[in-house]
């Protein structure tokens, strides 16, 4: 093949990746950006009110991904059925999916309703336990809502129609501020609830995102052929036990990642509010950077997928290359600016100089990961497309827990390499930690990738 001809193809796998993407990105960074907007109002009503979103995002955020990476399931499996001209069995599929949300949705709001033993066994501060249960039960209220809507927008995506949750998720950033201001702010005869209103906006803006999903589903004729709402089906449990087959190995590798930064905050909670302020900053904007190699991965997962579904291993194989190399791309960018930004990215949540001095601090670990975060999320989402999970998941677990956490305590909280760095030896763990997961999920998706093209020749 000529350099030319190469060339092209992979122009033509990114052109075709970033439209599937772009939707994505902007429907992730819509998403993140309504904790930014949480973050940003609760930081100008007190400390204390950004310390307490602090912590209820650092319990829900992860029990959230769990949720939805169980869920995620759906992808993959649409996205073969329609490569393979299998619409037909996508309805019932998703019937069975939607089914399993309002368990896993159901679930996980008891859970965080009934949260206040872990901020406790964690020891943080009293002070804050009262605004930040407030706050993880509004925002429980949203969670069989976002379940379910979730579950259609894998529908959607696996289909190749990533536009929805781009417009939904506009809307809905564009609805959260308002209710923000109301809630936070006791408007229209509520009660001034400071941070614990931003917990009700979100769960508004869920149920909204739902609603706005069933409608596109049921009226925008690119569904018709999956028939979705054909009829009425109880639940099967030998296809939900299939989906779970799946998405359960997603959602603890989604998880074991995003816990890791819901522990930290944790064990940092007894530092004081500022400390806590100051990690809460980094790691909401280090979220909203990341959703861009996020949102990449996504779209990795559905042109795998549908390059298996067609029967075209070595290009789903090439689709998982170009998905690599372009996340890559991006964290080259992305560190570079963090790092030389990270005072006045800072100074955007809060005018406090000690505030600003611990996250500006942070935002530099942050910037570091950048690379080996980019890397390994896209692998992941490949490996998705494969519906090879179980692997990943073990593997992200040991990254995560058996490297990142135990070097990260090692180095912030305790003196087993002299003098506790405190957040920052947390964060550097972070960083040896997801390096280790990117080089082993690179590895596997490698292997995996031959063993689809030699199972085909």
């Given at each position: 093949m000529s350099t030319d001809t190469r060339l092209g193809r992979v122009r033509t796998e990114l052109r075709s990746l970033m439209i599937l993407a772009t939707p994505i990105i902007i429907a992730q960074l819509a998403h993140t950006a309504m904790g930014f907007v949480d973050t940003l109002m609760a930081g100008r009503v007190s400390p204390q009110d950004l310390a307490a979103v602090a912590l209820g995002n650092s319990i829900w955020v992860p029990v959230f991904l769990l949720m939805t990476g169980i869920l995620l399931a759906t992808t993959p499996k649409v996205a073969q059925r329609f490569g393979a001209g299998e619409e037909a069995e996508i309805g019932p599929l998703v019937r069975q999916a939607l089914w399993l949300a309002l368990a896993v949705g159901g679930s996980a709001a008891a859970l965080l309703w009934n949260a206040e033993f872990i901020l406790r066994t964690?020891?943080?501060?009293?002070?804050?336990?009262?605004?930040?249960?407030?706050?993880?039960?509004?925002?429980?209220?949203?969670?069989?809502?976002?379940?379910?809507?979730?579950?259609?927008?894998?529908?959607?995506?696996?289909?190749?129609?990533?536009?929805?949750?781009?417009?939904?998720?506009?809307?809905?950033?564009?609805l959260n501020i308002p209710a923000?201001?109301?809630?936070?702010?006791?408007?229209?005869?509520?009660?001034?609830?400071?941070?614990?209103?931003?917990?009700?906006?979100?769960?508004?803006?869920?149920?909204?995102?739902?609603?706005?999903?069933?409608?596109?589903?049921?009226?925008?004729?690119?569904?018709?052929?999956?028939?979705?709402?054909?009829?009425?089906?109880?639940?099967?449990?030998?296809?939900?036990?299939?989906?779970?087959?799946?998405?359960?190995?997603?959602?603890?590798?989604?998880?074991?990642?995003?816990?890791?930064?819901?522990?930290?905050?944790?064990?940092?909670?007894?530092?004081?509010?500022?400390?806590?302020?100051?990690?809460?900053?980094?790691?909401?904007?280090?979220?909203?950077?990341?959703?861009?190699?996020?949102?990449?991965?996504?779209?990795?997962?559905?042109?795998?997928?549908?390059?298996?579904?067609?029967?075209?291993?070595?290009?789903?194989?090439?689709?998982?290359?170009?998905?690599?190399?372009?996340?890559?791309?991006?964290?080259?960018?992305?560190?570079?600016?963090?790092?030389?930004?990270?005072?006045?990215?800072?100074?955007?949540?809060?005018?406090?100089?000690?505030?600003?001095a611990v996250a500006a601090t942070l935002i530099i670990y942050s910037a570091l990961f950048q690379f080996s975060d980019a890397i390994q999320v896209t692998a992941a989402g490949a490996l998705r497309g494969y519906q090879d999970t179980r692997i990943t998941m073990l593997l992200t677990l040991f990254a995560y827990w058996g490297i990142g956490l135990p070097v990260g305590y090692a180095l912030g909280l305790s003196d087993l390499f002299g003098e506790p760095s405190?957040?920052?030896?947390?964060?550097?763990?972070?960083?040896v930690g997801l390096t280790c997961a990117a080089a082993m999920l690179t590895v596997r998706l490698a292997r995996s990738a031959r063993k689809r093209i030699r199972r085909a020749a």
């Amino acid at each position: 093949m000529s350099t030319d001809t190469r060339l092209g193809r992979v122009r033509t796998e990114l052109r075709s990746l970033m439209i599937l993407a772009t939707p994505i990105i902007i429907a992730q960074l819509a998403h993140t950006a309504m904790g930014f907007v949480d973050t940003l109002m609760a930081g100008r009503v007190s400390p204390q009110d950004l310390a307490a979103v602090a912590l209820g995002n650092s319990i829900w955020v992860p029990v959230f991904l769990l949720m939805t990476g169980i869920l995620l399931a759906t992808t993959p499996k649409v996205a073969q059925r329609f490569g393979a001209g299998e619409e037909a069995e996508i309805g019932p599929l998703v019937r069975q999916a939607l089914w399993l949300a309002l368990a896993v949705g159901g679930s996980a709001a008891a859970l965080l309703w009934n949260a206040e033993f872990i901020l406790r066994t964690m020891n943080v501060d009293p002070a804050l336990i009262t605004p930040a249960m407030g706050y993880l039960r509004a925002v429980a209220c949203g969670f069989p809502a976002v379940a379910l809507y979730h579950v259609l927008r894998c529908f959607s995506d696996g289909l190749g129609h990533t536009r929805p949750s781009m417009v939904l998720g506009i809307i809905g950033l564009l609805l959260n501020i308002p209710a923000n201001y109301i809630f936070i702010y006791g408007k229209f005869g509520l009660p001034a609830m400071g941070g614990v209103g931003c917990g009700w906006a979100t769960a508004l803006v869920m149920g909204f995102m739902l609603i706005g999903m069933l409608v596109w589903v049921k009226w925008a004729p690119y569904y018709r052929n999956s028939a979705l709402f054909a009829h009425f089906e109880w639940p099967q449990w030998p296809v939900i036990k299939r989906l779970l087959s799946i998405g359960v190995p997603i959602g603890i590798a989604v998880f074991a990642e995003s816990s890791i930064f819901a522990v930290i905050a944790l064990l940092i909670g007894g530092l004081g509010a500022t400390v806590v302020a100051g990690h809460q900053i980094a790691l909401n904007f280090s979220s909203m950077v990341f959703m861009i190699p996020y949102s990449l991965a996504m779209a990795a997962t559905v042109r795998v997928g549908q390059a298996l579904g067609r029967g075209q291993p070595r290009e789903a194989r090439f689709a998982a290359g170009v998905s690599m190399a372009a996340a890559l791309g991006y964290a080259c960018i992305s560190a570079s600016l963090m790092f030389l930004l990270r005072e006045q990215i800072a100074q955007i949540y809060t005018p406090d100089k000690t505030v600003i001095a611990v996250a500006a601090t942070l935002i530099i670990y942050s910037a570091l990961f950048q690379f080996s975060d980019a890397i390994q999320v896209t692998a992941a989402g490949a490996l998705r497309g494969y519906q090879d999970t179980r692997i990943t998941m073990l593997l992200t677990l040991f990254a995560y827990w058996g490297i990142g956490l135990p070097v990260g305590y090692a180095l912030g909280l305790s003196d087993l390499f002299g003098e506790p760095s405190g957040p920052s030896g947390l964060w550097q763990g972070l960083v040896v930690g997801l390096t280790c997961a990117a080089a082993m999920l690179t590895v596997r998706l490698a292997r995996s990738a031959r063993k689809r093209i030699r199972r085909a020749a």
